[in-house]
């Protein structure tokens, strides 16, 4: 399949060359894509890399040799030079939330801004306010169900506003409502959004979707293409016969 090309320096994201490896397993090797447009489509198989390509434009991960920049940037930089340029939704909010109520956890998020704890703790309560969601500030994350906790996690991004928001499986834990509104959510946000999901209708409009095939690009170009083909795939590896087992 085609690949979609974009010139390095019109890109606001830039993967070039990058070779990244965890003990003797070689997650990515020599991997390259300038990622510009608004919204960005990521697919695959579980364990193709999609969560480590987030780590790695988060700075989580650092590949071994290439670079990633965004905006310039080199993501190793990022948190010192320019705080909240990047944020990234987490799969399992448990692993992202930190504070016990909804509004020091949003609060949180706009520690980056320099403003004080009581400034953030007034922003966030008038952001949830925005939302139709003022009953919400005080209540307890334990109180609340899973996909309400993901439905946090994606407040918390929204009003800390990064330049680049990066959302691995966030429909994975929401119901149909929850998932109507988060992808309305996406369709609105001004910032460049890069969504990792396993629901293809999710990202099936969106202009550019990369399939991630263990850790390479096997295609990418516009949603409704990349989708049908893996979905495609999927279906012919599922009725290829099972081999017996030794």
Same mark, same amino acid.
């Given at each position: 399949?085609?690949?979609?090309?974009?010139?390095?320096?019109?890109?606001?994201?830039?993967?070039?060359?990058?070779?990244?490896?965890?003990?003797?397993?070689?997650?990515?090797? &020599?991997?390259?894509?300038?990622?510009?447009?608004?919204? @960005?489509?990521?697919?695959?198989?579980?364990?193709?890399?999609?969560?480590?390509?987030?780590?790695?434009?988060?700075?989580?991960?650092?590949?071994?040799?290439?670079?990633?920049?965004?905006?310039? !940037?080199?993501?190793?930089?990022?948190?010192?030079?320019?705080?909240?340029?990047?944020?990234?939704?987490?799969?399992?909010?448990?692993?992202?939330?930190?504070?016990?109520?909804?509004?020091?956890?949003?609060?949180?998020? !706009?520690?980056?801004?320099?403003?004080?704890?009581?400034?953030?703790?007034?922003?966030?309560?008038?952001?949830?306010?925005?939302?139709?969601?003022?009953? %919400?500030?005080?209540?307890?994350?334990?109180?609340?169900?899973?996909?309400?906790?993901?439905?946090?996690? %994606?407040?918390?991004?929204?009003?800390?506003?990064?330049?680049?928001?990066?959302?691995?499986?966030?429909?994975?834990?929401?119901?149909?409502?929850?998932?109507?509104?988060?992808?309305?959510?996406?369709? &609105?946000?001004?910032?460049?959004?890069?969504?990792?999901?396993?629901?293809?209708?999710?990202?099936?409009?969106?202009?550019?979707?990369? %399939?991630?095939?263990?850790?390479?690009?096997?295609?990418?170009?516009?949603?409704?293409? @990349?989708?049908?083909?893996?979905?495609?795939?999927?279906?012919?590896?599922?009725?290829?016969?099972?081999?017996?087992?030794?």
């Amino acid at each position: 399949m085609p690949l979609h090309h974009q010139s390095e320096e019109s890109s606001q994201l830039d993967i070039t060359n990058v070779t990244l490896r965890r003990g003797p397993h070689t997650v990515f090797d &020599q991997l390259t894509l300038h990622l510009n447009e608004p919204r @960005i489509g990521l697919i695959g198989d579980n364990g193709a890399g999609k969560s480590s390509l987030f780590r790695m434009i988060c700075g989580l991960d650092i590949p071994q040799s290439g670079t990633v920049t965004v905006r310039g !940037l080199d993501t190793r930089e990022v948190s010192s030079k320019r705080p909240g340029m990047v944020g990234m939704m987490f799969q399992n909010p448990d692993d992202q939330i930190i504070f016990p109520t909804v509004e020091e956890e949003l609060a949180l998020s !706009l520690s980056p801004t320099g403003v004080s704890r009581k400034e953030a703790l007034t922003q966030a309560r008038a952001f949830l306010q925005t939302r139709g969601l003022s009953h %919400w500030s005080a209540r307890t994350i334990a109180s609340l169900s899973q996909g309400q906790r993901q439905h946090v996690c %994606w407040l918390a991004l929204l009003v800390a506003s990064p330049a680049l928001m990066l959302l691995d499986e966030p429909f994975a834990s929401l119901d149909l409502p929850g998932q109507a509104r988060l992808h309305r959510d996406i369709a &609105q946000a001004s910032q460049q959004v890069i969504v990792s999901t396993h629901l293809l209708e999710h990202v099936n409009t969106f202009e550019r979707v990369i %399939w991630l095939d263990q850790g390479r690009v096997r295609g990418d170009g516009p949603g409704s293409d @990349i989708c049908a083909a893996y979905r495609a795939d999927v279906l012919a590896r599922a009725t290829e016969p099972t081999p017996p087992e030794l």
